[in-house]
């Protein structure tokens, strides 16, 4: 199914970026910035990229969302940022980083290499890092070599917050603490813990409770190490998996989906030594259980 254009009728007359932070529902600052600066946000008929235009009671606003959708999928590209080296997108839930031998298509790579080479054919994009499929959230892609190797090779020295929201089954009754193991792999890919030092990849993983309510707990969890699936795996470890995670011992499945979703990525840029902060909204469905 295609995006519909979102249409919006001024009442009193406003600055046209604070008008779409009011109005635009669910989509970061960024990523209204970004709709903004490729033209995709018109004002009675005409495409306007000043932050600053004057909006004049009456006025029809409408944003192009379909300026940025894939034709061939049912999935919006929800742009955070971009610039000259990097990508930084709010990844739903149920899509692929990477292509797998099943799939091809439905992946991050090719929806972001798709959304670029319409530009420029010579275009390319690079993974840096990857989400479980079922996981939303940030996600960070390098569009060139150069920052591809200069993210990775310096990876833990660079990130300096890695944050995600998970929903848990249960009331978690310690309002925070830290989970740490050693994460080893079955020959059926099932991640596991061992407690043995140096038994496989080390895993650290903080967590705080934000709240409880019925049979779920709302966490705030930061990682040290990003390890295959290792919050996954550490909620399952003090018997609270996250909701829809059958995998890892979950019983409820109240959204539909993992209770899962990588909402802040910090890093230092390798080449600008800039700070990058980037966040992607909690999921709705997420709140309605809270």
Same mark, same amino acid.
């Given at each position: 199914?295609?995006?519909?254009?979102?249409?919006?009728?001024?009442?009193?007359?406003?600055?046209?970026?604070? *008008?779409? !932070?009011?109005?635009?529902? /669910?989509?970061? =600052?960024? /990523?209204? =910035?970004?709709?903004?600066?490729?033209?995709?946000?018109?004002?009675?008929?005409?495409?306007?990229? =000043?932050?600053?235009?004057?909006?004049?009671?009456? $006025?029809?606003?409408?944003?192009?969302?379909? $300026?940025?959708?894939?034709?061939?999928?049912?999935?919006?590209?929800?742009?955070?940022? +971009?610039?000259?080296?990097?990508?930084?997108?709010?990844?739903?839930?149920?899509?692929?980083?990477?292509?797998?031998?099943? +799939?091809? %298509?439905?992946?991050?790579?090719?929806?972001?290499?798709?959304?670029?080479?319409?530009?420029?054919?010579?275009?390319?994009?690079?993974?840096?890092?990857?989400?479980?499929?079922?996981?939303?959230?940030?996600?960070?892609?390098?569009?060139?070599?150069?920052?591809?190797?200069?993210? $990775?090779? /310096?990876?833990? +020295?660079?990130?300096?917050?890695?944050?995600?929201?998970?929903?848990?089954?249960?009331?978690?009754? $310690?309002?925070?603490?830290?989970?740490?193991?050693?994460? %080893?792999?079955?020959?059926?890919?099932?991640? #596991?813990?061992?407690?043995?030092?140096?038994?496989?990849?080390?895993?650290?993983?903080? #967590?705080?409770?934000?709240?409880?309510?019925?049979?779920?707990?709302?966490?705030?969890?930061? !990682?040290?190490?990003?390890?295959?699936?290792?919050?996954?795996?550490?909620?399952?470890?003090? %018997?609270?998996?996250?909701?829809?995670?059958?995998?890892?011992?979950?019983? !409820?499945?109240?959204?539909?989906?993992?209770?899962?979703?990588?909402?802040?990525?910090?890093?230092?840029?390798?080449?600008?030594?800039?700070?990058?902060? *980037? +966040?992607?909204?909690?999921?709705?469905? *997420?709140?309605?259980?809270?």
């Amino acid at each position: 199914m295609k995006k519909k254009d979102s249409v919006f009728i001024v009442e009193s007359e406003s600055l046209l970026l604070p *008008f779409l !932070l009011l109005n635009v529902k /669910n989509k970061s =600052k960024n /990523n209204i =910035k970004s709709q903004l600066a490729r033209g995709n946000v018109l004002v009675g008929g005409k495409s306007i990229t =000043k932050h600053d235009y004057m909006l004049q009671k009456g $006025q029809k606003v409408i944003i192009k969302w379909s $300026q940025i959708y894939d034709k061939d999928y049912e999935e919006v590209l929800d742009i955070i940022y +971009e610039d000259k080296d990097i990508i930084v997108i709010n990844k739903p839930a149920g899509l692929l980083s990477v292509s797998t031998n099943n +799939e091809h %298509k439905n992946t991050v790579y090719h929806m972001v290499m798709t959304y670029l080479k319409r530009n420029n054919l010579k275009n390319r994009i690079y993974i840096v890092h990857r989400l479980d499929r079922e996981t939303s959230g940030v996600l960070l892609l390098a569009k060139n070599e150069k920052i591809k190797f200069a993210l $990775q090779d /310096n990876w833990s +020295e660079l990130v300096s917050i890695r944050g995600y929201i998970a929903i848990v089954e249960g009331n978690v009754e $310690q309002d925070e603490g830290i989970i740490k193991s050693w994460l %080893k792999e079955t020959s059926t890919l099932l991640v #596991y813990s061992s407690h043995k030092t140096g038994d496989g990849q080390e895993a650290i993983t903080h #967590y705080k409770k934000i709240r409880s309510r019925g049979k779920y707990s709302l966490l705030d969890i930061r !990682l040290d190490t990003g390890r295959k699936n290792q919050i996954r795996v550490h909620m399952k470890d003090i %018997k609270h998996s996250i909701v829809g995670d059958k995998k890892y011992g979950s019983k !409820l499945d109240p959204l539909k989906r993992l209770g899962l979703h990588a909402n802040i990525l910090e890093f230092k840029h390798p080449l600008s030594k800039k700070i990058m902060h *980037f +966040e992607a909204p909690i999921p709705e469905e *997420f709140k309605s259980l809270f």
